[in-house]
């Protein structure tokens, strides 16, 4: 059983925005926070979609599960079902710039972009030396020339944010 | 196989080649005791605790990275290990390694209820692959539509066949993957190999008294080293617990001793005893669900709690928890497909939880349990107060 971080959820959620669309946008935004040292609280690992931790998805679930945070399901046109996360307006508002400017942008951003940003982003700190052609092999059904575009002008957005550990110039040049 | 050479259009052999090699190495990266290994990993941080990344490393680069790459064509191990972890193209070919019908799910569902002697889950596997046809399913991330796939799906005269393959394979996990004394088992199991790993981290390997080139002190020393991974099994792990009962550390000891005597840790069924005390007519009301959810969620936390502010050396109070899903309907996210797909007389795509009363009545079997000492009654008295205090 992963440690059970409520409290923790409920400020990346604040930090967005209160609001945040999708269970894969909660996760890259609770990575690009723990990427740039915004945040230590949860460990990715690789999954078939990108950076991914278990104790992020089991604390937002216990989360909503105690009314700490509200997550509502909806259908697609095509039939599957996406979770939206809110925290109510009585929560206090972000606290630190950083993680509010980061995390909002994340959050507006279109979804299969900021996955591809945050598995670039991933794979780089892998240590692999082309991480964009390293996510294009990996997800070929998600890229296109415009989505890596658009990824890449995400990352280099990302990066104005002052951060501890910068996103490296060399993945949106 | 046979239904994708019949149904895809055009020649893909290389494909079938791919898939064909897919199924057979796809779990090779498995640790000894399977996923009991994969939940040491998690707590430790180890990598190579978690078969899919190990998998995939021995099938990229190692002996058998040289085999399917010398004696089949350059490139083929990575074309292999990509079918695996569901990435690079996608062709119907992904659907035999990865999808509702994919043949290790087909396989195990078969081979698991032999092998334990479980009458019940049987499938009709011979309608099933004759009833298996091909369709394109959307996919997406979140709220956004990435494309389609190709994928299996059921022909309208196999609707019973698949709706008895749904419920099968979820009653082999209440039955058989969830059962008490073998979640029991592997709970210490875990235990022993998180603390073992502990000590020699904490440079006290003398302590386990296993030999200092012991696999499993290696593996301890060396967790990112594929060699060292690669020398642990099932076996290495029986032998070392004869050792181990000598261990001047307490868990060790005693858990290794308990592992190779079967004397387990008793389970107390918390879900159980909280759904009684608040549905014991097992309604199903709603309010009654999000209670016991709540004072499940509440009590596993408080025990936790409870067990992480002790300083015994061995644990006293072990919490499991664990759920599955009988059926995720409503297609796929992040490209993923794990739905099933029924052809309806008319030539429609509809999902089997649309079409099946019987699937969409399913709900999903979740166990909270706690293990403990069986002549340590003040655990199981502390365990019975939580809840208590919980449903108060």
Redesign the interface.
């Known amino acids: 059983m992963s440690d059970i971080k409520i409290d923790k959820v409920v400020d990346i959620i604040n930090d967005a925005g209160k609001k945040i669309v999708g269970r894969t946008r909660l996760q890259k935004i609770a990575y690009l926070l723990t990427a740039t040292g915004l945040d230590d609280n949860f460990t990715f690992i690789y999954k078939h979609y990108g950076p991914f931790s278990e104790g992020l998805a089991a604390s937002a679930e216990f989360g909503a599960l105690f009314g700490k945070l509200n997550e509502t399901k909806a259908q697609t046109q095509w039939g599957a079902t996406y979770s939206t996360y809110t925290v109510d307006d009585d929560v206090p508002s972000a606290e630190d710039p950083s993680r509010h400017t980061l995390a909002s942008i994340a959050a507006a951003s279109d979804s299969i972009e900021l996955e591809l940003a945050a598995t670039a982003l991933f794979l780089f700190s892998e240590g692999y030396s082309d991480p964009w052609e390293e996510t294009s092999q990996r997800k070929p059904e998600k890229v296109t020339q415009t989505r890596i575009k658009n990824a890449k002008a995400l990352l280099k957005e990302l990066s104005k944010v002052p951060v501890p550990n910068s996103i490296p110039a060399n993945l949106f040049s | 196989m046979k239904t994708v050479r019949e149904k895809a259009p055009a020649d893909q052999k290389s494909r079938e080649n791919i898939a064909l090699a897919a199924a057979m190495v796809h779990d090779v990266g498995h640790g000894p005791f399977s996923h009991a290994f994969e939940t040491v990993g ?1 707590r430790l ?1 180890l ?1 190579l605790a ?1 078969h899919e ?1 190990m998998s995939d490393e021995l099938i990229r680069n190692g002996e058998i990275a040289d085999i399917l790459n010398n004696d089949i064509m350059p490139g083929f191990a990575s074309n292999v290990a ?1 079918m695996i ?6 062709t119907l070919h992904n659907s035999v390694v990865s999808s509702q019908f994919d043949a290790d799910r087909l396989d195990y569902m078969q081979r698991d209820r032999l092998m334990t002697g479980s009458k019940h889950s049987a499938i009709d596997l011979t309608w099933l692959l004759a009833n298996l046809d091909i369709g394109e ?11 389609t ?1 190709p994928t299996f799906v059921i022909g309208p005269k196999a609707i019973q066949a698949a709706e008895a393959y749904v419920i099968g394979l979820f009653q082999l996990y209440p039955t058989i993957y969830f059962h008490k004394t073998t979640r029991g088992a592997e709970k210490l199991f875990a235990e022993i190999l998180v603390r073992l790993v502990q000590l020699v981290q904490d440079g006290d390997s003398k302590r386990t008294e296993l030999p200092s080139r012991h696999p499993l002190i290696r593996f301890a020393e060396e967790p990112e080293s594929l060699e060292t991974a690669l020398a642990l099994d099932d076996t290495v792990v029986w032998g070392a617990l004869q050792l181990l009962r000598d261990s001047g550390d307490a868990l060790l000891a005693s858990f290794a001793d308990r592992l190779l005597n079967r004397k387990l840790f008793k389970c107390y069924d918390i879900r159980a005893d909280i759904a009684h005390r608040y549905d014991p007519r097992s309604t199903g009301d709603p309010q009654n669900i999000e209670k016991i ?2 004072s499940c ?2 009590v ?2 408080k025990l ?1 709690e409870w067990q992480g502010n002790k300083e015994e050396a061995v644990p006293r109070i072990i ?3 664990a759920e599955r899903e009988p059926y995720k ?8 497909n794990e739905q099933i797909n029924v052809r309806t007389d008319g030539g429609e795509l509809i ?1 089997i939880q649309q079409r099946s009363e019987i699937v969409r009545s399913l709900s999903a079997y979740k166990l909270t349990r706690a293990y403990y000492d069986p002549d340590d009654n003040e655990a199981c008295e502390i365990i019975a107060h939580v809840i208590k205090g919980e449903i108060n």
């Open positions: 998690k941080g990598k978690d990344v990509n972890k569901k990435e690079g193209k996608i399913v959307t996919t997406g991330i979140d709220d956004t539509e990435v494309g796939i959810e709540k969620a509440s596993m936390i936790q919490v499991d928890v309907a409503g297609g796929s996210t992040n490209g993923h999902d």
